[in-house]
């Protein structure tokens, strides 16, 4: 049986525990909210960039002439999941629901006898996937040591993913990232990223718009930073996800730990009054042994 | 005078939001000025000044190109990023002109190259009305 210093030890270690996991929560209790802000000043951007894109597909609908990044190669057989993670643990089951529906989707494809591509954002990603989808794994990009999320990081990732395309690499790209609902309910999502497709919500309306210079040029120049605003988009919800999932996590964890530190004092507690129980007993038969 | 919506966002965030007069548009293809009631028009934008006739006077702010999408009601300028005048620094120009400088000299092939330059030639206008402007208001 343990003695009693062992268990002192035992609940000062859990204590120190807890303490850690506390910090941890209010830390990402704070860079929550500054992330819920990042994403809230990025909407109106994505929103507006959303409706003008409404406007212009409108416009080129029924050309031939449409950008591949547009209307599809015409093929549906080499598919890139783009999956977004975050670059740390401790955060729930934040970073698995994620590579989850991933590999879920990855399998669905491979079942089917379509190629699959792997381009993943963040090390847990990664790392996560390594495992079983080591040669699919294309290219990855890492985000630790960015500092602040800005739109730079968007446009890289954007930029590397129309090259691939370009070089005709894939035909179909689906982002994996987690929308972010509230701080308790993180929604892994899905969203198709090449050919690009106008959200349905924003129907365009019946307006014709005078391109300037023509629609083609504009397109070319449109669509990669409309897909850099869909990613731009989905890494701020995910870090928003990611914080808001860590909170939950270490909020959890700090109550498990007191829990565990009431157990252990109580358990403690009962040793020691047994063992001077026992001692009382034995003083008190030697006593009448005399 | 009559007014219309004008909204001036970049990715980072909405920098204008607000009912005014008038917008002068650095176009691709030239300049062009924004008033109520403009036809449907969609519009790429070069690195230039944007200046906004609101209710305080005229507002200039410094955009690195983008889109426009102008309607009879409102006017939306999709900005890759937008600093008011005031607030701009030329350092930020003077590396954007030596990044095109660079890219221009590694480019291969005609296409690119004839982006680039055109890209390096709008930079350097925007630089000299910026050093107009401010030398005008010394």
Known sequence: ??????????????????????????????????????????????ERMDRVFANIAAGMAGSDSAPK?????GRNQVHLLIVATGERGLAGAFNSSIVRLARDHANRLIA???????LTVGRKGYEQLRRNYEKNIVDRVE?????????????????????????????????????????????????QLIPAAPAADSAAPQVYYEFEPDEEDILAEFLPRY????????????????YGSQMSAMDNATRNAGEMIRKQTLTYNRTRQAMITKELIEIISGAEAL | MATFHFDLVSPEKLVFSGDVQQVDVPGSEGDFGVLAEHAPLIAMLRPGIVTIYGDSGPTRVVVSGGFAEV?????????????????????????????????????????????????????KALDASIAGGTAAAH
């Open chain 1, 227 to 242: 897909i850099a605003t869909q990613i731009f988009r989905a890494l701020l919800e995910n870090n928003a996800s990611f």
């Open chain 1, 112 to 118: 089917e006898g379509k190629e699959v591509k792997i």
């Open chain 2, 71 to 123: 309607n009879p009601e409102s006017l939306t300028i999709l900005a890759d990023s937008a600093v008011p005048l005031d607030q701009f620094e030329r350092a930020t120009l003077t590396a954007m002109i030596d990044e095109a400088q660079a890219a221009l000299a590694a480019a291969t092939d005609d296409r690119t190259r004839d982006r680039l330059a055109d890209r390096l030639d709008q930079l």
């Open chain 1, 143 to 191: 985000l630790r040591s960015v500092r602040v999320l800005g739109f730079v990081n968007a446009q890289e990732i954007g930029e590397k993913v129309t090259a691939m395309f370009e070089r005709g690499e894939f035909d179909v790209a689906t982002l994996f990232y987690s929308r972010f609902k509230s701080v308790i309910s993180q929604i892994p999502t899905a969203q």
């Open chain 1, 69 to 73: 990044l547009l209307g599809g190669t």
């Open chain 1, 1 to 46: 049986m343990a003695s009693l210093k062992d268990m002192r030890n035992r609940i000062a270690s859990t204590k120190a525990t807890q303490k850690i996991t506390k910090a941890m929560q209010m830390v990402a209790a704070s860079k929550l909210r500054r992330a819920q802000a990042a994403a809230e000043i990025a909407r109106p951007y994505a």
